[in-house]
């Protein structure tokens, strides 16, 4: 399988804790994006890196948001201090640089935070 | 700001019959546009795109029309079938960014 791949597939965890969640793009994809969808809604751009570099961060993205693609490869996602409205599917998406790439998603990594 | 916007949440449409997904966006520097599929418990699926330059684009059963003056694309399914039942997103790309609307879930009855 040579998907974009999100693990875990779900997690719970209390509020107050941090999380960590892991992409794998599609490996000849040099663009990786992070998103959020919550029910009824369409995915919410957070974050994507262009390469190993992050290019552009929502202004929606709270300072207890980190992302990382320390060698242009995978990307992980961190939210620290875990709060009841962070609980929402996170989606990782790779695409081609360049016009009329389309984003390919996985699956991913839905959160509760009770 | 929603930039982009599917209007009708739902939609039901008898197999074999064409199904109608409406999408309308405000930002007029979308170089081009996509609609996607989403079943329960997966991703986004990309389905069809078109180029800001064109009006219509065709794969299968799937067209995609463009009407840049209204600022509204639709996606046309014939003939519709039960595994077309999913949730679908329209999305705009500008900007390195792509934008999303709030989808609209097409159930196909068989």
């Known amino acids: 399988d040579t998907g974009v791949s999100q693990d875990p597939r779900h997690k719970i965890t209390k509020r107050g804790q941090n999380v960590t969640f892991r992409c794998d793009p599609i490996s000849e994809h040099n663009r990786l994006y992070w998103y959020r969808q919550t029910l009824g809604q369409g995915p919410e751009f957070l974050t994507y890196?262009?390469?190993?570099?992050?290019?552009?961060k929502s202004r929606l993205l709270s300072d207890r948001f980190s992302a990382e693609r320390p060698k242009g490869s995978f990307s992980t996602l961190e939210i620290q201090r875990t709060e009841q409205g962070d609980s929402a599917m996170y989606l990782c998406a790779s695409s081609f640089q360049g016009s009329n790439s389309p984003l390919h998603f996985g699956n991913g990594t839905r959160l509760t935070v009770t | 700001d929603q930039q982009v916007k599917q209007n009708s949440p739902s939609l039901s449409v008898q197999e074999g019959r064409i199904s109608i997904l409406n999408c309308d966006y405000t930002n007029s520097m979308f170089d081009y546009f996509l609609w996607y599929k989403k079943y329960p418990a997966e991703g986004p699926t990309f389905l069809i795109s078109i180029s800001s330059i064109k009006d219509k684009n065709e794969d299968g059963r799937f067209t995609v029309f463009l009407n840049k003056s209204a600022k509204h694309l639709s996606l046309h399914i014939v003939p519709s079938q039960p595994g077309d039942s999913a949730v679908y997103f329209c999305?705009?790309?500008?900007?390195?960014?792509?934008?999303f609307g709030t989808g609209t879930s097409l159930t196909v009855i068989p």
């Open positions: 890196f262009q390469n190993e570099a992050q290019l552009e």
């Open positions: 999305a705009g790309f500008t900007g390195n960014q792509f934008y």
